[in-house]
């Protein structure tokens, strides 16, 4: 018995190797060393056999083995690496892992359509880190390059050429675009990602902010930006080092206030052992209410808050409300904090007002705002005594300390030097140079010291407004330390040091204290042109990104309403949504039936007319059967209709050296005359 073989041609297998390693790029990316370099091994070896010869697992039994020896090596490795965790990293490499495993051994067409198969979830795979514009791109030209493979294995009968295949591919995915846009508008969403992963997937890639600050002793290997979750010494001036964005806000009406009041309140830290500062435990302070007297005007915001996988919500100082849509609590010392960990983007509406007063009747955790470490920073605590006995009253005292700042040669630094021993000491009496958080803490100590009770309180300050969307975008560049002491009738009153050392921090923004290469390109130079050409297009793209992660990327619940009223639906539920949906769903098939009946007129004239001369010959009972060819059909039609012998014969003989012989406009136009001309009857 014959066989047959059923191997796919190996321009096909190449072009499949190129969209699965398109495909798998980011995963090489985000995964170990190892996963990516097995990866390339594998394909490679498969790349060998085309290009060298090189022999495929299945040519020998030595070679079997140590295909699938090695596959189950990576899977130890993967255990060793991810342990029994089975979440997103470790199912994205294993995925990686499969497909490169798998395409060595691409036999049958079996094999190459289980690689096909294994290449679109890596595709969904890749959205799990990054749901880019970019990315989204990418893996659409992934999607294109499968279809073309799918489309070249089944098109050696059409024989279909690569521009062809290119465009059939491609029309199809935009074909499925239009259903797609409604399913993703008009399909009720749900809270949260329509995937449960394990905690790895929450892990934020964006920087964050630390429960704790210190001055000084950040060992220099972790020392980069905040591009993890990390507790790290120093670890806000090493946040300068981060564009990442921490959140965006849309302030209602466009109206905003100056920079120099754009303070967004986050972790709140009373507790230091004299280098590390943190926070009281979450539960005295939610078990107490902070009495909060508001004045002044009053600013409506919505925040876009990126993940961090903690409970902090930033805040304009002060809230003057909790998110109706979240799930929340002001602790006693004014941290916003939500019910559950930040582990996606998430909005919510507020309104704040900078002008307050907070807990001035009573503060219950004054003696915490006094607490010192004993033995430490004995030169501060000289000097605090010294300033007690010049000043009368805490704000002369307060005062005194600004202006010490102001005028003994402090200085702003984006990369202050390492404090060693007391940091506080060293910071005050010989470096002089420091971040925002070397301000807020020391100062907190020469106040506690004076028996004023102070704490500090992180989160940011500033902000860039893009002027194309009105949009205020916050970085983790922006992330700042101040100090808040209680006063008596005053309550927390916020003393930010940092301003009396750089009021263009506090005024301007970080962004104009940073070197010329981080505001724009080196290469632009002092160019003003280019500089401003640069800077309209990075609003203009930065506005494009935001719309994309706020109307896309966030595209939840409340979004997906908010959209459905502009659009005119009233009240809209997930009942009235499955109702259009369905009828969409409907109009949708009943176009698609027209067309496919539309469709049935065939393009060839000579084919029309044929079908003219069945339809003619149907109305006396003689109908072709679909099995039927032309020349059995008249054989059969001459037997019932004797006298029109001649005309059948005529007609049938034509179209036929019309479909197979010759197409020439004289044939066409005697069988359409004939055709017209006939006209059976018993």
């Not at 070896?45 to 040519?59: S, V």
């Not at 009968?157 to 059939?168: F, G, P």
């Not at 902090?312 to 006693?332: C, G, I, K, N, V």
């Not at 393009?603 to 032309?630: M, W």
Request: aromatic share 10%; hydrophobic share 45%; with cysteine.
């Amino acid at each position: 018995m014959k066989t047959v073989d059923l191997s796919p041609p190996q321009a096909t297998i190449n072009a499949l190797i190129l969209a699965l390693s398109l495909a798998a790029i980011p995963h090489i990316i985000y995964q170990p060393v190892w996963v990516g370099m097995t990866f390339v091994i594998m394909i490679s070896w498969r790349l060998l056999h085309h290009w060298k010869d090189w022999p495929l697992p299945a040519a020998s039994r030595w070679l079997k083995v140590l295909h699938n020896g090695t596959a189950l090596l990576t899977i130890v490795m993967l255990f060793a690496q991810f342990g029994l965790t089975i979440g997103r990293d470790a199912g994205a490499a294993l995925l990686t892992m499969m497909l490169a495993f798998k395409v060595v051994e691409i036999r049958s067409l079996r094999d190459y359509y289980l690689s096909c198969f294994l290449g679109f979830f890596v595709v969904i795979t890749n959205f799990f880190y990054s749901q880019s514009v970019f990315m989204v791109v990418l893996m659409l030209i992934v999607v294109i390059g499968l279809g073309y493979c799918l489309l070249s294995v089944n098109s050696q009968v059409s024989a279909l050429n690569i521009k062809q295949r290119l465009w059939l591919s491609s029309k199809m995915v935009l074909q499925a675009t239009p259903m797609m846009l409604f399913l993703f508008v008009l399909f009720p969403r749900i809270s949260g990602p329509i995937w449960g992963l394990p905690q790895d997937a929450n892990a934020s890639q964006s920087a964050q902010m630390t429960e704790q600050l210190t001055l000084g002793d950040l060992p220099p290997s972790q020392g980069m930006s905040g591009i993890n979750d990390q507790i790290q010494m120093g670890k806000i001036s090493q946040l300068i080092q981060s564009d990442a964005i921490a959140f965006r806000v849309k302030f209602t009406d466009n109206e905003l206030p100056p920079t120099a009041k754009l303070y967004w309140r986050g972790p709140v830290l009373w507790q230091t052992d004299g280098t590390v500062w943190s926070p009281i435990a979450e539960k005295p302070l939610q078990s107490q209410h902070p009495h909060i007297q508001i004045s002044g005007s009053s600013y409506h915001y919505q925040m876009t808050l990126e993940p961090h996988n903690k409970t902090w919500l930033f805040a304009l100082d002060f809230p003057t409300e909790q998110p109706q849509t979240l799930a929340s609590h002001l602790t006693s010392d004014g941290q916003l904090n939500s019910d559950k960990p930040i582990k996606q983007r998430t909005q919510y509406s507020l309104t704040s007002s900078p002008s307050y007063t907070f807990n001035a009747a009573a503060e219950p955790n004054l003696d915490a705002a006094l607490q010192l470490p004993e033995g430490k920073h004995p030169q501060t605590l000289a000097l605090a005594k010294q300033w007690q006995q010049q000043t009368d009253t805490p704000q002369q005292y307060i005062n005194t300390a600004l202006a010490f700042f102001k005028n003994d040669g402090f200085v702003y630094s984006l990369s202050p030097p390492r404090l060693n021993g007391d940091t506080v000491d060293q910071f005050l009496f010989n470096t002089k140079e420091g971040f925002c958080e070397h301000y807020a803490a020391s100062f907190t100590v020469l106040m506690r010291a004076a028996g004023i009770p102070a704490r500090i309180v992180t989160g940011y300050q500033g902000g860039d407004i893009n002027p194309v969307d009105n949009i205020l975008t916050v970085r983790q560049r922006d992330a700042h330390a101040w100090s808040e002491v209680w006063l008596p009738e005053r309550g927390w009153v916020r003393i930010d040091p940092t301003a009396a050392v750089s009021h263009q921090r506090i005024e301007q923004g970080i962004e104009q204290l940073l070197p010329p290469g981080r505001q724009s390109p080196a290469m632009l130079g002092n160019h003003s042109q280019l500089v401003a050409a640069w800077n309209s297009l990075k609003n203009n793209w930065n506005a494009f990104n935001t719309a994309w992660d706020m109307w896309v990327v966030s595209f939840g619940p409340e979004r997906q309403l908010e959209l459905l009223s502009k659009l005119g639906m009233n009240n809209p539920n997930w009942k009235k949504m499955t109702l259009v949906l369905t009828i969409l769903f409907v109009f949708t098939g009943l176009i698609m039936m027209l067309g496919v009946w539309f469709k049935r007129s065939p393009d060839d004239p000579a084919v029309a007319l044929y079908q003219q001369f069945c339809k003619k010959l149907a109305r006396t009972g003689i109908t072709k059967a679909d099995y039927e060819g032309p020349q059995d059909f008249a054989q059969r039609a001459q037997v019932a209709l004797p006298k029109y012998q001649q005309q059948i014969e005529s007609i049938t003989t034509q179209f036929t050296t019309w479909r197979y012989r010759q197409q020439d406009d004289q044939t066409l136009a005697s069988l359409r005359e004939e055709v017209k001309a006939f006209n059976p009857k018993h």
